[in-house]
């Protein structure tokens, strides 16, 4: 089992710039393919990126794309999330997740193990 912890979050002003860190402890991340999601006030849960096991292979939402860049660092266990241009809705709680599976999926349901999550606030 994987243990997962995010940080970075914060608040910034809109046109800002952050990165999320997704630390891994328990097993090594290159096991795993990885996801972040996001849930806005009072929305579902919704995708955002996921980078395939390899890493060779990415996918974004279309609300994200040009504007959010996943990667990882296996050597660090570790995946980002570089958020530039933030808009005031871009506010959201920001979770990582592992897929067993390696893929790159944008199905919240699909991905095994989460971490708490990290809070971004973009003021307008």
């Known amino acids: 089992q994987v243990q997962l912890v995010e940080s970075g979050g914060g608040l910034v002003p809109a046109g800002g710039s952050l990165r999320l860190s997704c630390a891994a402890s328990?097993?090594?991340?290159?096991?795993?393919?990885m996801g972040w999601f996001r849930q806005r006030p009072g929305k579902e849960r919704e995708f955002v990126a996921a980078i395939s096991r390899s890493g060779g292979a990415k996918k974004y939402a279309a609300s994200v794309q040009g504007r959010f860049t996943i990667s990882r660092d296996d050597a660090k266990n570790t995946v980002y999330l570089q958020i530039d241009s933030l808009k005031p809705e871009d506010t959201a709680v920001y979770y990582c997740?592992?897929?067993?599976?390696?893929?790159?999926?944008?199905?919240?349901?699909?991905?095994?193990?989460w971490g708490q999550g990290t809070q971004v606030t973009v003021s307008s």
């Open positions: 997740a592992a897929d067993l599976n390696g893929g790159i999926r944008s199905v919240y349901r699909e991905y095994d193990y």
């Open positions: 328990g097993r090594t991340l290159s096991s795993y393919g």
